[in-house]
């Protein structure tokens, strides 16, 4: 493995898990990027989603005034600005928007996207070779009892650190599959608890996420009737992410927010092993092109998607390897190897990242709550490290500098991508108000 990354100035912060912000120099315009993927891929995904809308009707009811679409409202978020502007003493001109997958129905994150999208996928492709439905016939039969039958000689696997094992575990449960969840040590004991009170089979590690995901590939490989998600690596999971985009276009519309070069849009998304924000941006990009511009925030202690990148060895290389623990309390966010698939799409799209102490996780969490009465994970809160910090590091004056934003920037918008939480209980809740409390 080369060792030059070594001697860049941001890996030298990174191993002191100072906080940081980093530019991507790989970032060109967006007509260069040349992708093998594209918005075709994206329709194909919401086209499919929308075949499937009677089925997640029917088997999650709380689907039903939305016509079996799960999707998420933005809005703004007056008060949380004003507070971080004011009690933080930050400049943020323009105006902060919240993306509330916190509240994405049946998963309570944004892997209500990415995880059940891939569970239909593979449902569809099983039932039409089995011949129980084409594509033009109503999928709501998929839910009939003979159905269910069939899909109940398969078994699905996936590793998780939480999450994505609950939108996975759930959605596939509903469909009619044996389950097993590979979660990693840092997985909150809730989330286990509530997977198996859906009849998921949740099998506990010691170790970190990857270790997880690489023992529950090995055994679902064992067995052909059984299908592992990879997070790592799914270009289905990140589609299932990308098809967000469309429906924020509407929603921006609909909202008379006006996205150009006299109107740049700012998106800061919440990053573990990178499908989640990978696949939005990717989708925004493919929309708004070089008038959207995308940031990742991770925990000081596990920047991986930041390392891989910055480095260009991607999943060649660990936050472990500069010396960092990968351990944080952004559970959702604890990952200390990136997807190498993701990072090599994000090389000519994100704009750059930020990194954040856990204590601030839990601050901005507190602020939330009191100024527009919403309830965030930890790990979803990272978001605001973004808005917060866009005008105070040099690295970021400068990219808006280069970009030509300046003028622009009091006609900003702002979308922090609130990624998680509506499923956490009461009783966690109260445990996280009162964590990091000085
Ligand atoms: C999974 C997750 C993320 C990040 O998604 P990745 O695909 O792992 O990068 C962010 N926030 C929350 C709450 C999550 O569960």
Redesign the pocket.
Same mark, same amino acid.
């Given at each position: 493995m080369g060792e030059a990354y070594k001697s860049l100035p941001v890996v030298r912060k990174l191993s002191a898990a100072e906080e940081t912000a980093w530019i991507n120099p790989g970032k060109v315009p967006h007509k260069e990027s040349n992708l093998k993927i594209g918005m075709a891929d994206i329709e194909d995904a919401e086209a499919r989603l929308g075949r499937f809308a009677p089925f997640i009707m029917k088997c999650f009811p709380e689907t039903e005034k939305e016509g079996g679409l799960i999707e998420s409202a933005l809005v703004p978020v007056p008060e949380m600005q004003k507070y971080l502007e004011e009690i933080c003493g930050v400049r943020m001109p323009g105006k902060l928007l919240l993306k509330q997958?916190?509240h994405l129905a049946i998963a309570g994150?944004?892997?209500a996207r !990415?995880g059940i999208y891939e569970v239909l996928k593979h449902t569809e492709e099983l039932a039409v070779e089995a011949g129980l439905i084409n594509a033009e016939d109503d999928y709501a039969r998929l839910a009939e009892p003979e159905c269910r039958a069939f899909f109940s000689q398969y078994t699905i696997q996936v590793g998780s650190? !939480?999450?994505?094992g609950l939108s996975i575990g759930i959605a596939s449960a509903a469909v009619g599959y044996r389950v097993v969840v590979h979660m990693s040590a840092d997985a909150r004991q809730w989330k286990k608890d509530m997977l198996r009170s859906h009849g998921v089979m949740v099998v506990e590690y010691e170790s970190d996420y990857s270790a997880a995901v690489k023992e529950g590939r090995r055994l679902s490989d064992e067995d052909p009737k059984s299908y592992f998600v990879d997070?790592e690596n799914s270009v289905n999971?990140f589609m299932g992410?990308a098809v967000a985009a469309k429906r924020l276009k509407k929603q921006l519309d609909e909202q008379n927010i006006l996205v150009d070069g006299a109107h740049p849009l700012f998106v800061y998304? &919440?990053?573990?092993?990178?499908?989640? &924000? !990978?696949?939005v941006t990717f989708g925004l990009k493919e929309i708004w092109g070089d008038d959207v511009h995308c940031f990742?925030v991770e925990p000081v202690q596990a920047p991986a998607?930041l390392l891989g990148m910055a480095s260009g060895l991607h999943n060649g290389i660990a936050v472990q390897d500069i010396g960092l623990t990968g351990v944080t309390n952004?559970?959702?966010?604890a990952?200390g190897r &990136?997807?190498g698939f993701?990072g090599k799409v994000m090389e000519p799209l994100l704009s750059g990242e930020f990194t954040l102490a856990d204590k601030k996780l839990y601050d901005y969490m507190r602020a939330l709550l009191d100024t527009e009465k919403i309830f965030?994970?930890p790990?979803?809160c990272?978001a605001f490290e973004g808005p917060v910090k866009l005008l105070a590091y040099d690295e970021t004056r400068e990219y808006i500098r280069k970009n030509g934003l300046e003028k622009a920037m009091e006609n900003a918008a702002h979308i922090a991508w609130a990624? !998680?939480?509506s499923l956490v209980p009461e009783e966690i809740r109260k445990e996280y108000k009162n964590t990091y409390l000085d």
């Open positions: 997958d916190s994150s944004v892997k !990415g650190t !939480g999450n994505l997070d999971l992410y998304i &919440p990053c573990g092993v990178g499908g989640a &924000p !990978g696949g990742f998607m952004a559970d959702g966010l990952v &990136p997807s993701v965030l994970e790990s979803a990272a990624t !998680g939480g």
